[in-house]
């Protein structure tokens, strides 16, 4: 080994531990939001995740749960992929040190990357972005090692260590294949150039990208085993391993199932202001530089431009494909995980356009020790900054706000009921606590969009006996159909439990409306027969207090998954004085004026507890006000009540000016105050 090359490694080495020092105390402790919960719980259970399947990072999860010291089953994965996280930045490092030698530059490809928002972000979470970038960080390498190797040997090893990298990382994430395309054909030119390009050769490549898709055979022994408690499809057959393979159920080329779309400008917009932003300009100055410097470059100047080749068709198709509304804040957080990918393309371009800065200015100007300590001053800059700048916001150490957010669900559920849990945040959340670490296990978790498949209904039925299903397959569009079920019958079967739904139900059966009612239970909603009577008073004092939630309001980004979270519970304070408001509004017995009452006594207190709270709270409070005025009700003063609604819808309108209802509401307020000079002037001698 070279001189050179020992430098590169101590420098590729150094770097990596220090990311590594950087992310392991930023860990996340707890369940992080989104898939992670259903990552970490199909690892637990030797399942098989959502579509593609992800063998690669169930196993490698697996493992980190039982190598790893940590607190919890989601500790260790999320431990794993901090490790995974500084490998990646590692990978870009020698990428770089190949290419231009060991210097500023490739620290800076692999330490800013490490230190971006989101790439900082994800790497102290379990997610499966983190072992792609380790992917594409070792297809980086691999590049620049069959680049720059100085014979066939060198060059045939290279390739077919790139082959099964290649197939490796299709096992875990399918957005590779982007870059795998550009890849193929330059390599495939480069051995035709070098007169090394055989049918052996083609052979020995293609045995080697194979070897790397074993992984994949996890999934069919998995769904024929079929112990996991939680498991997604069946891959016992072909048609049902290539189902899942191939994303069908999401929709192969998109990234959810969804029929909406959105502008590519719109999306490639959404990308250029990530990297203004997170990357900073002057790391996209550098990149543009390195590219242009790269046109005088014989030696290397084709990398850079293969680099920039995977950027631009990997921008352009996710563009294309990215279905989903970036101008929603949650929405654009799940996106912009994907621009990880071309981050890194454009990070190391940023390193080779810092050493050839510097070498192109030494060359023409000398004073050879000055750049490189110039660039060093630029690299170290610009890492302090984007460290200072993210520091707060990725470190995830004191993060439990979902974990919590599943146990106070758990808590509030009464012994031996079915849950029917409806999108990410409960679902995944609650099957983690009662999967991997063994809470409520008198509780039966059932999701609802699960419910539509055949296979989940088997699977279901056979590890929850107590789980009654009257059909194949629910159905919301044709409950009547052969084999399918409505939500009225699912209910109807499962009497001899108490079954709530957690977040809400689809609107595309509303069969259960003729035969149960919905009470509010927090966040859940109770799903009891019509025939069982309501008590007002007692459902209010039961739910009253019902968790302890101590989060301030508006606390995290709409972006995050604690913000969701966070909302949830904030609105979950107010869902029986709703309740009881809509119920007062359908009925014309006696009672109505005492539900009126009751609704506006649960709005007030909550409004007057609490100084920062959601801005429809104001204008509840100010609807239970003149609906309890015009109930006849006479246990409060008119002037109390018309001031107390005027007041809330103007809080209100202060709060969320842009309510379509606006200037309806204005109105009004106007009439409010009217009505109440009149009132006053009525009073006065």
Same mark, same amino acid.
């Given at each position: 080994?070279?001189?050179?090359?020992?430098?590169?490694?101590?420098?590729?080495?150094?770097?990596?531990?220090?990311?590594?020092?950087?992310?392991?105390?930023?860990?996340?402790?707890?369940?992080?939001?989104? +898939?992670?919960?259903?990552?970490?719980?199909?690892?637990?259970?030797?399942?098989?995740?959502?579509?593609?399947?992800?063998?690669?990072?169930?196993?490698?999860?697996?493992?980190?749960? $039982?190598?790893?010291?940590?607190?919890?089953?989601?500790?260790?994965?999320?431990?794993?992929?901090?490790?995974? *996280?500084?490998?990646?930045?590692?990978?870009?490092?020698?990428?770089?040190?190949?290419?231009?030698?060991?210097?500023?530059?490739a620290v800076l490809a692999g330490g800013l990357f490490a230190v971006s928002r989101l790439?900082?972000?994800?790497?102290?979470?379990?997610?499966?972005?983190?072992?792609?970038?380790?992917?594409?960080?070792?297809?980086?390498?691999?590049?620049?090692?069959?680049?720059?190797?100085?014979?066939?040997?060198?060059?045939?090893?290279?390739?077919?260590?790139?082959?099964?990298?290649?197939?490796?990382?299709?096992?875990?994430?399918?957005?590779?294949?982007?870059?795998?395309?550009?890849?193929?054909?330059?390599?495939?030119?480069?051995?035709?150039?070098?007169?090394?390009?055989?049918?052996?050769?083609? #052979?020995?490549?293609?045995?080697?990208?194979?070897?790397?898709?074993?992984?994949?055979?996890?999934?069919?022994?998995?769904?024929?085993?079929?112990?996991?408690?939680?498991?997604?499809? +069946?891959?016992?057959?072909?048609?049902?391993?290539?189902?899942?393979?191939?994303?069908?159920?999401? *929709?192969?080329?998109?990234?959810?199932?969804?029929?909406?779309?959105?502008?590519?400008?719109?999306?490639?917009?959404?990308?250029?202001?990530?990297?203004?932003?997170?990357?900073?300009?002057?790391?996209?100055?550098?990149?543009?530089?390195?590219?242009?410097?790269?046109?005088?470059?014989?030696?290397?100047?084709?990398?850079?431009?293969?680099?920039?080749?995977?950027?631009?068709?990997?921008?352009?198709?996710?563009?294309?494909?990215?279905?989903?509304?970036?101008?929603?804040?949650?929405?654009?957080?799940?996106?912009?995980?994907?621009?990880?990918?071309?981050?890194?393309?454009?990070?190391?371009?940023?390193?080779?356009?810092?050493?050839?800065?510097?070498?192109?200015?030494?060359?023409?100007? *000398?004073?050879?020790?000055?750049?490189?300590?110039?660039?060093?001053?630029?690299?170290?800059?610009?890492?302090?900054?984007?460290?200072?700048?993210? =520091?707060?916001?990725? +470190?995830?150490?004191?993060?439990?706000?979902?974990?919590?957010?599943?146990?106070?669900?758990?808590?509030?559920?009464?012994?031996?009921?079915?849950?029917?849990?409806?999108?990410?945040?409960?679902?995944?959340? #609650?099957?983690?606590?009662?999967?991997?670490?063994?809470? $409520?296990?008198?509780?039966?978790?059932?999701?609802?969009?699960?419910?539509?498949?055949?296979?989940?209904?088997?699977?279901?039925?056979? =590890?929850?006996?107590?789980?009654?299903?009257? *059909?194949?397959?629910?159905d919301p569009s044709h409950p009547k159909g052969k084999d399918t079920f409505s939500l009225?019958?699912?209910?109807?079967?499962?009497?001899?439990?108490?079954?709530?739904?957690?977040?809400? #139900?689809?609107?595309?059966?509303?069969?259960?409306?003729?035969?149960?009612?919905?009470?509010?239970?927090?966040?859940?909603?109770?799903?009891?027969?019509?025939?069982?009577?309501?008590?007002?008073? +007692?459902?209010?004092?039961?739910?009253?207090?019902?968790?302890?939630?101590?989060?301030?309001?508006?606390?995290?980004?709409?972006?995050?998954?604690?913000?969701?979270?966070?909302?949830?519970?904030?609105?979950?304070?107010?869902?029986?004085?709703?309740?009881?408001?809509?119920?007062?509004?359908?009925?014309?017995?006696?009672? $109505?004026?005492?539900?009126?009452?009751?609704?506006?006594?649960?709005?007030?207190?909550?409004?007057?507890?609490?100084?920062?709270?959601?801005?429809?709270?104001?204008?509840?409070?100010?609807?239970?006000?003149?609906?309890?005025?015009?109930?006849?009700?006479?246990?409060?003063?008119?002037?109390?009540?018309?001031?107390?609604?005027?007041?809330?819808?103007?809080?209100?309108?202060?709060?969320?000016?842009?309510?379509?209802?606006?200037?309806?509401?204005?109105?009004?307020?106007?009439?409010?105050?009217?009505?109440?000079?009149?009132?006053?002037?009525?009073?006065?001698?």
């Open positions: 080994m070279s001189t050179e090359q020992k430098k590169s490694w101590i420098l590729t080495g150094a770097t990596v531990a220090c990311v590594a020092a950087l992310y392991v105390p930023c860990v996340q402790r707890t369940v992080p939001g989104g +898939d992670s919960g259903e990552l970490i719980t199909t690892a637990c259970e030797l399942g098989v995740a959502h579509p593609p399947g992800y063998p690669l990072f169930t196993m490698l999860a697996y493992l980190a749960m $039982r190598v790893l010291p940590s607190l919890s089953p989601a500790h260790s994965v999320n431990l794993m992929s901090s490790l995974l *996280g500084a490998a990646a930045s590692g990978a870009l490092c020698i990428s770089v040190c190949k290419l231009t030698g060991p210097g500023p530059g790439s900082w972000q994800w790497s102290v979470v379990a997610e499966v972005f983190t072992v792609n970038n380790c992917f594409v960080g070792l297809l980086f390498f691999l590049i620049a090692s069959f680049h720059c190797a100085e014979n066939a040997t060198q060059r045939r090893k290279a390739a077919c260590w790139g082959a099964l990298c290649c197939g490796l990382g299709l096992c875990n994430q399918h957005t590779l294949v982007l870059y795998v395309l550009v890849i193929i054909p330059w390599v495939l030119h480069r051995l035709y150039y070098c007169r090394e390009l055989s049918l052996r050769g083609l #052979l020995s490549l293609g045995l080697c990208f194979l070897i790397g898709f074993l992984p994949y055979v996890y999934l069919p022994i998995s769904s024929y085993v079929n112990t996991a408690r939680w498991s997604w499809g +069946d891959q016992t057959s072909l048609s049902g391993l290539l189902t899942h393979l191939l994303r069908t159920e999401y *929709g192969t080329f998109s990234l959810a199932k969804t029929e909406s779309s959105v502008n590519l400008t719109t999306m490639l917009k959404a990308q250029l202001d990530h990297c203004l932003a997170d990357l900073t300009p002057p790391v996209l100055v550098l990149a543009g530089t390195g590219l242009l410097l790269s046109l005088r470059d014989r030696m290397h100047g084709s990398v850079s431009w293969l680099l920039t080749t995977m950027l631009l068709v990997y921008s352009l198709f996710f563009a294309w494909r990215a279905n989903l509304n970036v101008g929603s804040p949650l929405l654009l957080g799940v996106v912009e995980r994907f621009w990880l990918q071309s981050d890194a393309a454009v990070c190391v371009l940023a390193g080779l356009g810092l050493s050839r800065t510097h070498s192109e200015l030494e060359r023409r100007l *000398g004073y050879g020790g000055f750049w490189k300590a110039t660039s060093w001053v630029i690299t170290t800059a610009l890492m302090a900054h984007m460290v200072r700048t993210n =520091h707060r916001g990725c +470190d995830q150490s004191r993060n439990d706000v979902v974990e919590r957010f599943a146990k106070e669900i758990l808590a509030s559920i009464p012994t031996n009921s079915i849950i029917l849990t409806r999108g990410d945040l409960p679902g995944n959340s #609650l099957r983690y606590l009662h999967y991997c670490q063994g809470e $409520r296990p008198d509780v039966r978790l059932v999701d609802q969009e699960m419910m539509t498949y055949t296979w989940y209904v088997a699977k279901l039925a056979q =590890h929850h006996p107590g789980v009654n299903f009257p *059909g194949l397959w629910w009225e019958q699912f209910l109807s079967r499962n009497t001899e439990r108490d079954v709530f739904a957690c977040i809400g #139900l689809p609107d595309g059966d509303p069969s259960w409306k003729r035969s149960f009612s919905r009470w509010p239970l927090g966040v859940c909603d109770y799903l009891v027969p019509v025939q069982r009577q309501f008590h007002p008073e +007692d459902w209010a004092r039961r739910t009253r207090n019902i968790y302890n939630w101590s989060e301030p309001y508006d606390r995290f980004h709409p972006k995050l998954w604690e913000h969701v979270a966070n909302e949830e519970m904030w609105q979950a304070r107010m869902k029986t004085a709703f309740f009881l408001f809509d119920l007062a509004g359908r009925i014309q017995a006696e009672g $109505r004026a005492r539900l009126f009452e009751l609704s506006y006594n649960l709005y007030k207190e909550l409004v007057e507890t609490h100084s920062n709270y959601p801005s429809n709270w104001d204008k509840n409070l100010a609807l239970a006000c003149e609906k309890l005025l015009r109930s006849g009700h006479r246990g409060y003063s008119p002037d109390d009540l018309l001031s107390c609604s005027a007041r809330h819808f103007s809080l209100y309108l202060e709060k969320d000016p842009g309510d379509p209802q606006g200037e309806a509401i204005r109105s009004a307020v106007t009439h409010l105050l009217k009505e109440r000079d009149r009132l006053h002037h009525r009073q006065t001698p």
